[in-house]
Nanobody, 123 residues
């Protein structure tokens, strides 16, 4: 069974940066899509970014130009570099394993999830 462990969250002031990591274990060779999601208190979980095995990326509009998703296949690690952080970026951030054949930003399309790492951005 795939295991995902996020790290790198913390508290920063607006305009600051953080880099989240997601260490994956027991990934299969068919893994195609991995993504980052976030959930603010009282809100639904939303897709932030995804990356495919081929390196194709997609971002939700609110983070374009500020966040960068990347992966180190040799280390089975997923990253999310977050810059120019805003208070509205505050939330619990999760990495997740997506479908084998396609990639989306819809949480329902993702199966295995990590436990999350908290990001708090103060104004």
């Amino acid at each position: 069974q795939v295991q995902l462990v996020e790290s790198g969250g913390g508290s920063v002031q607006a305009g600051g940066s953080l880099r989240l990591s997601c260490a994956a274990s027991r990934l299969s060779s068919s893994t195609y899509c991995m993504g980052w999601f976030r959930q603010a208190p009282g809100k639904e979980r939303e897709g932030v970014a995804y990356i495919t095995r081929l390196g194709t990326t997609m971002y939700t509009d609110s983070v374009k130009g500020r966040f960068t998703i990347s992966q180190d296949s040799a280390k089975d690690t997923l990253y999310l570099q977050m810059s120019s952080l805003k208070p509205e970026d505050t939330g619990m951030y999760y990495c997740a394993l997506g479908p084998d054949a396609y990639c989306t930003l819809r949480p329902l399309d993702f199966g295995a999830w990590g436990q999350g790492t908290q990001v708090t951005v103060s104004s």
